[in-house]
């Protein structure tokens, strides 16, 4: 059974991760690239155990995880905004046809 908690450890582990991805978090109505939630590492975790007592997807590790899933998640978006914004677009509009 996993823990209630992330350990203080754990929580400053992601929170080093969230600094090094360099992500904006300045909530929904903030500027593309910057509208995700402030990271909450420990919120994050608890909040997947609510979701885990309808369905779970590989136990306990599968929660520890969860942040490090969220950010991933907001990375590869930031990744293919810049793709996009950086000539992305034109590139695969000029293969078409």
Do not use: C, H
């Not at 500027?31 to 919120?43: K, L, Y």
Request: net charge negative.
């Amino acid at each position: 059974m996993a823990p209630d908690q992330l350990s203080p450890e754990t929580v400053k582990a992601y929170k080093v991760l969230n600094q090094e991805a360099a992500l904006g978090s300045e909530g929904e109505a903030a500027a593309p690239g910057n509208d995700r939630e402030p990271f909450d590492p420990q919120t994050i975790y608890q909040e997947t155990a609510i979701e885990e007592d309808s369905v779970s997807f590989g136990g306990s590790l599968s929660r520890i995880f969860s942040p490090l899933r969220s950010l991933s998640y907001w990375k590869m978006k930031a990744l293919a905004r810049q793709f996009g914004e950086g000539g992305g677009f034109q590139f695969l509009w000029s293969r078409q046809g």
